[in-house]
């Protein structure tokens, strides 16, 4: 009986309801993410940023998510889109909710985290939504303004109208937003505001500055009699940081997306996907002491790489050289000796040596902070350039290589050629690679050699290897103060054993190909 009682009620019926209930439950399990199926923390707004694209989403809003996992913050950001087409109703179709993937390595160990970022508590378009964009300069509890507008954004545009509604520039917005906020606390120093741009310019937070203080002289006849006092709390009480910021975010992971939404359990649309690696070096403003600002924003107790100084400068010369300088030349070495992937390079036998003696032995011997810190970041580096989940193509480095070179991989060579009194031999084999490779056709497994760069370098360059002389090219690629050097203006011939050292690696190239060459120098 308890057989047939049991098979009973396993019915054809009752099969296909167990199976219907089944795909619902599984179709359930990845559901809309918004605040009704997923928890969200509420905090204080404490934070207008200006921009939201996967960079600040997985820098900045990551780096408020942990403060407020770790530390007494307690913060909010509310959004601005800072053009008139943006995303932000998509962040508010997720109820500003999504999730951010970290993947690289750490200490040695690969990482692949997720991890579903609430920190963000709207997003509004000040286009549409005016009204509400300026009402945030009431709200007594804010206190940064963080922004990434792109290097575009941080600009004066004369035409901009104190009465537009809103005004079309970034800098134009914000002193909108601060006129608001002077008159609404009455000039109360407490309420000034602290600037952080995170745009990919040097000094970004001096040229903000400077763009504020020209809409405050542009539009004074609109201040009327408020001008004298609004312009001195801006700049008293008002504290503009100059920042450099390091992590590389690919954004939306269109080819694992249904892998991450899958393992949420979510239909997140928003996913970010970034390196693991991050670093936020905020210079402290003239009118802020560093204990005062970390006081404020407490990143660093948090655990996070989030450094408050007294000059960016320093830390923007260290990324620039041991991060982009190390690439510029890796990357004709690599791709000249058979070899496509950054992280395939750095673990050749004589390719990822190569990479090392540039990085440790030559460029960071250029540099001024202390030895320790360098070799740290240089091994920070080399874990990026190593990340298991990123096939970076060295072919996507080459683009203006010669600029690059230039800016990146030319100030430390000239100063390592004045403290060591010899020429840094990685460093001039990058150069030649780079001119070798500007040469064009087939390698030896027959791929493509196609350089890009601007035209009248790609002329240059052809007219110089027809001559078939490689003097002649070294000569006239070094010396080419308009056309290649526009930066410095500098005829590298002059720079003492350059010429010969260049005109020699070419030679050997030609003779016995490039990882043979490479070989030479280690």
Known sequence: ???????????????????????????????????????????????????????????????????????????????????????????????????????????????????????????????????????????????????????????????????????????????????????????????????????????????????????????????????AGFKEWFEKYNYVCATLVDRIVPGFPRKDIAEIQEKVGYNDNLVVQAEIFHLWVIEKPENMSIAELEAEFPANKAGLNVLIAESEKPYHERKVTLLNGPHTVLSPVTYLSGVNIVRDACNHEILGKYIHKVMFDELLETLNLPKDELKAYGESVLERFNNPYVDHQVTSIMLNSFPKFETRDLPGLKVYLERKGELPKGLVLGLAAIIEYYKGGVREDGAPIQPNDAQEIMDLLKDLWATGDTRKVAEGVLGATDIIWKESKEDLNKIPGLTDMVVKFLDEIAAKGMLETVKTIL
Not at 48 to 60: H, K, S
Not at 61 to 68: F, Y
Not at 190 to 205: A, D, Q, V, Y
Request: proline share 4%; net charge positive; charged share 20%.
């Open 1 to 227: 009986m308890r057989t047939s009682f049991f098979f009973s009620n396993f019915a054809p019926q009752n099969i296909r309801t167990l199976i219907f209930n089944h795909l619902i439950l599984k179709t359930m399990a990845k559901k809309a993410l918004n605040k009704w199926t997923a928890p969200k923390s509420v905090a204080p707004e404490k934070i207008i940023q200006f921009g939201e694209g996967n960079f600040l989403r997985a820098f900045v809003d990551w780096i408020v998510w942990n403060m407020n996992a770790k530390t007494n913050f307690n913060g909010s950001v509310a959004v601005v889109q800072p053009i008139e087409k943006g995303m932000v109703e998509w962040l508010n179709g997720q109820d500003c909710l999504y999730h951010v993937n970290l993947q690289g390595r750490l200490k040695g160990e690969a990482v692949n985290s997720l991890e579903r970022i609430d920190v963000i508590s709207r997003a509004l378009n000040p286009y549409t939504q005016n009204w509400a964009f300026m009402a945030l300069a009431e709200q007594p509890e804010i206190r940064f303004v963080i922004s990434n507008t792109t290097e575009a954004g941080i600009t004066f545009d004369d035409s901009c109208k104190f009465t537009d509604a809103p005004a079309s520039s970034y800098p134009g917005k914000l002193v909108q937003l601060l006129f608001r906020r002077y008159k609404t606390f009455n000039g109360d120093p407490t309420k000034g505001l602290i600037f952080m741009p995170c745009e990919l310019i040097f000094l970004n937070g001096h040229h903000l500055k400077d763009c504020i203080r020209k809409y405050i002289e542009l539009w004074k006849d609109d201040f009327g009699a408020d001008y």
